[in-house]
């Protein structure tokens, strides 16, 4: 009999149509399950309604900043959360790790190298969601 495997649940926020689209499009290959918002607002609220697996979100966006990490971070504390924004700097990258994203990057990314961090950030993820860490 096969055991069903848990597709991972990420809410993609970016209010770039395109490069939602674009986003979704690679991690649907990955195999994620996948919920999307275009703005901080849209995303709290998804939070607030079903907690994902792991939040790819943009930064400067309608909503967003580092407050918009913060409310997200109280409403799900053990959630990774990765932040992408393309007007990042050391200052900003430092108030958005302190204000509880799990990892930055600067726009343009590398695909690659989000996959790669979120599948990391995932399987760390379980292992303390499961109690194996």
Not at 24 to 43: I, N, T
Not at 69 to 93: E, H, N, W, Y
Request: aromatic share 6%.
């Amino acid at each position: 009999m096969a055991v069903a495997v848990k597709r991972s649940v990420v809410l993609v926020v970016e209010d770039d149509k395109e490069m939602r689209n674009l986003l979704c499009d690679e991690l649907w290959s990955e195999g994620y399950q996948l919920r999307e918002a275009k703005d901080g607002d849209e995303a709290f609220q998804a939070v607030l309604g079903a907690i994902p697996d792991l939040i790819l979100t943009d930064l400067r966006m309608p909503a967003g900043g580092a407050d918009y990490i913060s409310r997200l971070r109280t409403v799900a504390p053990q959630c990774p959360i990765i932040v992408m924004t393309a007007f990042g700097d050391a200052k900003a990258k430092a108030e958005v790790l302190r204000a509880g994203a799990t990892a930055y990057f600067d726009k343009p990314v590398r695909i690659t190298e989000i996959k790669n961090r979120m599948k990391t950030l995932l399987a760390d993820h379980r292992q303390v969601s499961h109690g194996t860490a």
